[in-house]
């Protein structure tokens, strides 16, 4: 491998040379095959069965095939904050993998400035001029889609993480479908709306130019519309502060005909929505959110949140080295047919799903996210 310095790589923890192979089976006369063997994940209420369930499916048929070494790279975009998860879970699978590998991100680099990108692209160039069999990335957009192409084309199995990139640049995406996910915070919220007639406000994505916000947006429309409410989807403004998106929403908010029964927010700011009902006098308005903002996490404490839907990042970085290992062994055709469950009729993307958390479980879902090393 050639020196990485230049590239300014941050890497996370040691090169992984050692298989974490548990038991072994005869396979012939005399003969015996080293068997993966995955880590227990602890039984929780938030463990997601079918995802589980998938890996294992994976792992078993693996294990019907000799095992190979394997050197795989898993590039995020930082090691922090949202991406802190999906590299412990990278990590640990290749330790149970066996594989030769490392988690490499920009080393002191924002998550979308232009050097961050042009760092990237030099990973990727890097890893597949050092020998890497498969790569795992999170893209930082279309920046990205050469050096992903390039790779593929040179034999390497790449499979995106997180951001996605045209379907024929890569062989997978992992991570979270938006248009599935603001179904499920839709669907979440159905339960506790009066009957309708009545308006939910959605606060999403609806400026073209970003096509997950949209997704998420129009996900959650759809399930909401097909149960029978008018929607009103305001955009959700970023760049202000709270009170700036609260004077944005307010006044939408009361001209709604039929009045608001009920509010979505479909990102990490999505408190807003409960502060926007206290606003406007009405606290006892259903809301759920999506994503685990400390004020997320206040409002639900307070009963104002009903609930909120957090991404998986830490099973987005673990199953992506065992899908990248599982192309290698049994084939790309016999692995999506293992991963089909996780596909949602789309044979090209991995869905990882959402983990739905009621406002009265927070500290059961902390103690979830701590027993397997996923907390931010």
Known sequence: MRVMGRCR????????MTAACGSSESIGEGEKVALLTRAPTPANEFTPVELEATIDNL????NENPIQPMHMAILLKTMTGFFAPVATGANRAMGELGVTGNVFAPAGQSNDGGESQDIQTEQIKEMV????????????GDGQKEAIEEAVASGVHVVTLDTDVAADKRVLYVG???GAAGATAATTLLEDLPPPPG??????HTVEGWADGIDRTVGARQVLESAGYKVLATQAIFAGD???DLDWMKPQFEAADPPVVGMVGLFNISYRCAMLAELVGKPELPVVAFDFDPKTVEFMRKGRIKATHTQRQYYEGYIAPYIIYGIKIIGLDATKQIL??????????VNIGVDVVPGDKVDEYYAFLDKIGASE
């Open 9 to 16: 790589m941050a890497v996370f923890g040691l090169t992984l």
């Open 59 to 62: 792992v078993a048929e693996m």
């Open 129 to 140: 001029a050092s020998g890497a069999e498969g790569i795992g990335v999170a893209p930082f």
């Open 176 to 178: 979270t479908l938006n």
């Open 199 to 204: 308006t939910v406000m959605i606060h999403g």
């Open 242 to 244: 709270d009170q700036f």
């Open 340 to 349: 089909s469950p996780l596909m949602m009729g789309d044979a090209s993307r």
